[in-house]
């Protein structure tokens, strides 16, 4: 437009462009939004929130399967050391009874430091895992 020449009704915008950006977290939208899909598909308010019930259940169940396999795993390897910290005793009590002193300390030495150090490293494990999940809980970023 030249500086001589006075603005018209032609020279104003012709359309307008107006961008807006909804934004939500889970699986129910807001309420507003709801009742919007309501308006385009009648029943999709009931069927989205179906939809999160199912999913909750879901998750609730892989979550439930998750903490049973967990407990018998944790069950497992304490039976299995169990077993191997007897046999590791046993066959140092049989060194010593064979008069070999210097096999049965060596034997019931290993048997015992691996059976106190599997226990402070569980411990340790067990702890970490916690510290994460309360980080986790409390929506801080992994460290």
């Known amino acids: 437009m030249s500086p001589s020449r006075q603005p ?11 961008l ?3 934004q939500y977290e889970g699986l129910i939208p807001p309420p507003g939004l709801l009742a919007q899909f309501g308006e385009i598909i ?5 069927r989205i929130l179906q939809m999160a019930e199912r999913q909750e259940a879901h998750r609730q ?7 049973r396999g ?3 795993r944790s069950w497992g390897g304490l039976v299995c050391g169990f077993i191997v910290a007897v046999v590791g005793l046993l066959v140092a009590g ?11 300390s060596i ?15 569980g411990q340790r494990s067990q702890r970490e895992e916690r510290s994460e999940r309360a980080r986790i809980m409390a929506g801080q970023p992994r460290g």
């Open 8 to 18: 018209t009704k032609h020279d104003e915008p012709r359309a307008q462009a107006h």
């Open 20 to 22: 807006a950006q909804l």
């Open 42 to 46: 009648p029943d999709a308010p009931e």
């Open 61 to 67: 169940r892989m979550e439930w399967e998750n903490l």
């Open 70 to 72: 967990s407990q018998r």
């Open 94 to 104: 049989d060194a010593a009874l064979h008069e070999q002193p210097v096999a049965a």
């Open 107 to 121: 034997i019931g030495s290993i048997d015992i430091v691996g059976l106190v150090s599997v226990f402070v490293y």
